[in-house]
């Protein structure tokens, strides 16, 4: 999966350098579950002090590395995520966690804490289909391959694949 995200276009910020060291792995857990390119977007917000990174349209995590306040925010509804024992508080209304960080080293530690929220956000995306006419060519080939990936968001048959159920064709397991 590539990315047009940051081509040159942004200030080299804390923010957008602590994304960077999560980047690869997010870019490649999108890949995985055959995510179109644009599901992973980052913006800045609040005039360029946070960097506020999307997964599908909803929010992955913000970042905020400038000022006295640095931290990695995260929804509420992840907070089963964050390890135990690590430090974090309630923000606005409780609707999000902020994470206080140090430095943008600290950052890194937190990318596995990211794909898992990821993974759980895409498994919550809604499947609108158990699998399309594909489904003996994707089985084949242990992967989803439909060629429209807005489409393949939909199939709930790519989970099974993910996992290595595989129902049809040469590497059928029952």
């Keep these: 999966m590539q990315s047009n995200l940051f081509k040159n276009s942004l200030p080299e910020t804390d923010e957008l350098v602590a994304y960077r060291l999560a980047e690869p792995a997010l870019k490649a857990l999108a890949e995985s579950w055959y995510l179109p390119e644009k599901a992973l977007t ?45 430090e974090h508080k309630l923000v606005t209304g409780g609707a999000y966690r902020r994470i206080p960080l140090e430095s943008i080293e600290d950052t890194a530690e937190y990318t596995s804490l990211l794909c898992e929220i990821a993974e759980a956000m895409i498994l919550a995306i809604p499947k609108d289909f158990s699998c399309c006419h594909r489904y003996e060519a994707c089985s084949d080939d242990g992967k ?17 694949l993910k996992s290595g159920q595989i129902f049809y064709g040469k590497n059928s397991k029952g």
């Excluded at 980052?42 to 905020?64: D, I, P, Q």
């Excluded at 391959?145 to 989970?159: L, N, Q, S, T, V």
Aim: with cysteine.
């Design 144 to 160: 989803c391959i439909h060629p429209d990936r807005e489409f393949a968001m939909g199939c709930y048959y790519k989970r099974n």
């Design 42 to 86: 980052a913006a800045f917000v609040e005039s360029g002090k946070r960097l506020v990174v999307k997964l599908n349209g909803a929010l992955l995590c913000a970042y905020k590395l400038s000022g006295k306040t640095k931290y990695i925010e995260i929804s509420s509804d992840y907070t089963r995520f964050i390890p135990e024992g690590t």
